[in-house]
């Protein structure tokens, strides 16, 4: 540490901070901790007061620049000076401060509380607890401030989700003082141990915290290890944790739920318990409900341990039948067929109560999966001689349930007539969604813009940029320039960050806001950067000469429109001023009524000024593809450049649609990839070009786009900015979106689906680019995604649009060329055909197969079940050769029965 003499030391408060700020900026930890120990008591309260001057000193980027964040530093003189511990928080919770706790340096930090002994310490140790992140308390190295506070006061900390967080990821560490310690030793010598461990039960999402698998390097693969499980269970062993607490805490948060993932631990948990028969058979009321209501490692769990204790006589019948009910309709086959033989056992052993038992059964004929209802008909007719006339009849109402060839067999041994295949279904229409929403009203006052302005940093959406920008036009047009800055100015000094360009915001829309709102309200603008320079300059040579140069910083998709549009705002609003935006939508949706833009373009002539060329262009592309006679004839009337433009523009039918072509990309050998592409071997995707010169500025921006010969990474980075665009030109944006759409399905991103049901809410034919994006969503990785894929599908469907046989084409391709992944796809599609359109799930289905047919792709038996259902649904008939060959094979495998169930289905 840094020597400080007595007599190097100030004495004036003003001259002790000067030198501990040249030291902070230095990056000088030790020399701070040495000035602050070799000071007295009454120094350090003096120096104080003026630690906030400091702290306030330091703006935007500047708290993280040099090696070492300023906050860790200025952290430790704080503290290090405070005179009361609301007086340390009021600085250490300050904007900049408090990103910085994890950077204080604690080992300074214990040298400089050992030699102030402050009274106060544990009051603050508790108001740092309370105030933890329960994400940074753990990565951002917040709880080791806690955790010292704590340690050096003697406290106890409370019991809050960041303090069991925080105190979760110090155990979870193996490193302590430069040594492995055993996470069973760390358990035992932790302070806290008795007082977090029971939170760890009851908040959410904890078990995500510890590890439940390691590397075996000797095996080289992943092998079963959950240390902290197996360290409770060796701690109860000891009599230092109680055994039944352990217990029964994880079966209350199995009953609780949680996701999957932060319920592995407290699975594993369980089964290092190994709990006794007697243990599990007091619980069995608990595993009955686990059973049918859990996650699938949970649901599994819960049944072995009441097959345990039935297998120890120890459980009723009454509570096997009611877990039952539940669990034979669950989707995980292997937790049905289980107990399905489980039920086929108690039924030979309990003959008195057989009825109840084979009622129970038939429960699985409104099993989604031919295979489970097939099994479940077996099981009956095993044990139907034994039956009365009554169960018969029971189960020949329940039979109705049953789908493909089913229906038939079932008739046959229960002594009934084939019911017609699923009429109801086939009755079924699907309602069209409702016209889309206008768009809110406008925004009326500078307040209200200022209330829009905070939502729209919080949450980006279409309609809030149209209406924001709609309004800082209109009520600058209206003279409200006072209002204006009395409403403004505090949101552009709240959330600076995000209008002024910086490292952390590349969003040049926001900054290009910003940048109009401080001249309306005549305030400084911020940093002229060479991007927004470019991107300045562009705009302007659009509107002097009609060419729009590429724009540094403008997204290369349509969202770039949005881009420039706010730019042109910036560049116009003062020099050329407009009473009203051209292209502000009449719809949620970005379409804009023809009448509405033919009506400001009247006002623009009546009263003389003239529109802005991007917003002009912006406007035109909105316009809806069948347009009123009368506005056609009275658009022939305008006399402006505009006007004129937007005549001719209807004339000619609008924006014709551009040319989709497919494009095949191929990943490069491997010694050609880049280090971090993990993708797919192929992937397919649309280029655009367009169909005839349309005379746009935007025209680059919107409609031609290449792709390479390899696909890459993107971010699922897209919202309805991309579909406001261009509301009537769905495959063009479909087209833009789709590598990002075929990410869903090779590769592992997640959200961004959400797009489809926006296209299917959009207008305009229905190309290559959508089919295959439906194609991918149906096949993501994750389920929120495929089901927004089922949402987009059924509107279009109720629509009338034609696009099914499309996207069965591209799944055929996709899927037997290995890309997307026949299991996935086959939940969805029984979504759809279950929502009722049976009859354009065949369209695909009769497309797809005889695609996958011929590989015999990787589940395409499921998907085979799934078309045995569908077709009788949707009235199919007479099969495909496709179809014939796989099914007049000889043997037992799964394809065969399938294709022999749905080829015996096509031709009753």
């Known amino acids: 540490m840094t020597a400080v003499t007595t007599e190097s030391i100030p004495t004036a408060p003003e001259q ?43 703006k935007g980027d500047a708290w993280w620049q040099g090696d070492r964040p300023h906050a860790g530093a200025l952290g430790l003189i704080a503290i290090g000076t405070a005179p009361t511990a609301p007086k340390a928080m009021a600085l250490l919770t300050r904007r900049g401060m408090r ?106 999402g904890l078990g995500n915290g510890f590890p439940v698998r390691e590397w075996d390097e000797a095996a080289k693969s992943w092998v079963s290890k959950p240390r902290f499980a197996l360290s409770l269970v060796a701690l109860a062993a000891e009599g230092r944790l109680d055994r039944a607490m352990l217990l029964d805490g994880a079966i209350d948060r199995m009953l609780r739920g949680d996701r999957p993932g932060a319920l592995r631990t407290f699975t594993a948990l369980h089964d290092a ?42 459980l009723q019948l009454e509570t096997l039948l009611d877990a039952s009910a539940g669990v034979l309709l669950r989707k995980e086959k292997s937790l049905v067929k289980t107990q399905l033989i489980w039920l086929d056992r108690v039924a030979r052993q309990q003959p008195g109560r057989l009825g109840e038992i084979v009622a129970t059964v038939a429960i699985a004929f409104g099993h989604p999966a031919l295979d489970i209802q097939e099994r479940a008909l077996t099981i009956v007719a095993k044990h139907l001689p034994k039956l009365d006339a009554d169960d018969i009849a029971r189960l020949a109402d329940e039979a109705v349930q049953l789908g493909g060839d089913l229906p038939a067999r079932a008739a046959a041994l229960l002594g009934t007539t084939t019911p017609s295949p699923h009429p109801a279904d086939r009755a079924v229409t699907l309602v069209p969604p409702p016209p889309p929403a206008e768009l809110p009203a406008p925004i009326a006052s500078a307040a209200e813009l200022a209330e829009e302005l905070t939502s729209l940093i919080h949450h980006e959406t279409a309609v809030g940029w149209e209406r924001v920008l709609a309004a800082v036009v209109a009520l600058h047009a209206a003279g409200q320039r006072t209002a204006l800055a009395d409403a403004v100015r505090p949101v552009l000094a709240r959330d600076a960050d995000v209008f ?39 705009v302007r040579r659009a509107w002097q000469d009609g060419t729009l140069p590429g724009a540094g910083g403008v997204e290369d998709n349509p969202r770039g429109v949005l881009g ?14 407009v009473p009203v935006l051209l292209a502000t939508p009449t719809h949620v949706t970005g379409s804009l009524d023809a009448e509405t833009l033919l009506t400001r373009l009247m006002r623009a002539e009546t009263e003389n000024w003239t529109p802005w060329r991007i917003d002009l262009e912006q406007s035109l592309v909105r316009l809806s593809r069948n347009t009123a006679p009368s506005v056609v004839s009275r658009a022939a009337a305008l006399t402006g450049e505009a006007g004129q433009r937007f005549a001719a523009w209807l004339r000619g039918g609008g924006l014709p649609d551009p040319v989709s072509t497919l494009v095949e990309q191929r990943t490069p050998e491997k010694k050609e990839r880049s280090y971090w592409w993990g993708g797919p071997e ?194 199919a008939k007479g099969s495909f050769p496709q179809l014939d060959v796989v099914a007049g094979r000889t043997g037992a495998s799964r394809l065969v029965r399938e294709a022999k169930r749905l080829h015996s289905v096509l031709n009753q």
């Open 273 to 314: 318990l190994a709990p006794t028969p007697a243990e599990l058979a007091a619980h069995a009321l608990d595993y009955a409900q686990l059973l049918p209501a859990g996650s699938s490692p949970v649901a599994t769990l819960a049944q072995r341990a009441l097959r345990t204790v039935d297998d120890a006589g120890r």
């Open 16 to 58: 002790l901070l000067e030198r501990l700020r040249r030291r902070h900026d230095n990056g000088d930890l030790t020399g701070v901790a040495a000035l602050l120990l070799a000071i007295t008591e009454e120094q350090r309260r003096a120096v104080f007061p003026h630690v906030d001057t400091l702290i306030r000193s330091i």
């Open 682 to 875: 192929r992937r397919v995707v649309v280029a655009l070009k367009p169909a005839a010169p349309t005379g746009l500025l935007l025209e680059s921006q919107l409609l031609h786009l290449d792709r390479p010969a390899h696909p890459s990474y993107t971010d699922p980075d897209v919202d309805d900015l991309w579909v406001t665009a261009l509301p009537h030109h769905r495959e063009v944006t479909a087209a833009w979106a789709l590598p990002m759409l075929a990410g869903l399905a090779d590769t592992d991103l997640k959200g961004g689906a959400d797009l489809l049901p926006q296209l299917a809410e959009a207008e305009g034919p229905v190309g290559p680019a959508l089919t295959y994006a439906l194609a991918y969503a149906l096949g993501a990785r994750h389920e929120q995604d495929r089901l927004a894929a089922v949402d987009a599908f059924l509107m279009l469907a109720a629509r009338g649009t034609p696009f099914a046989a499309g996207v069965g084409a591209a799944l055929g391709d996709l899927a037997a060329g290995g890309t997307l992944t026949v299991s996935r796809v086959v939940g969805p599609l029984s979504d759809i055909h279950r929502a009722g359109a049976s009859a354009i799930t065949w369209e695909l289905l009769v497309v797809a197969l005889p695609l996958l047919l011929p590989n015999g792709a990787r589940a395409l038996p499921d998907l085979l079940e799934l078309a045995a259902q569908v077709a009788p649904a949707a009235g």
């Open 564 to 577: 420039l549009r706010v730019a042109e705002i910036s560049v116009q609003l003062l020099r050329a001023p």
């Open 99 to 204: 990103d910085g706790w994890g950077s204080i340096p604690l080992d300074h930090l214990r040298s400089v509380l050992h030699a102030r002994r402050p009274p106060w310490l544990g009051d603050l140790a508790t108001r740092v607890c309370e105030k933890l992140d329960p994400d940074l308390a753990v990565w951002g190295g917040e709880w080791e401030l806690a955790d010292t506070l704590l340690r050096e006061s003697g406290t106890m900390p409370p019991v809050t989700e960041a303090v069991v967080r925080g105190w979760q990821g110090a155990i979870t560490r193996p490193e302590r003082r430069g040594t492995r310690v055993p996470m069973v030793e760390r358990l035992r010598d932790s302070p806290y141990t008795d007082l977090l461990l029971p939170g760890f039960f009851e908040i959410d």
């Open 500 to 538: 002024t360009e910086n490292t952390w915001n590349p969003r040049l829309r926001y900054v290009f806001l910003g940048e109009t709102l401080r001249a309306l309200i005549d305030e400084e603008p911020g940093r002229k950067t060479g991007v927004r320079q470019q991107m300045v300059a562009s």
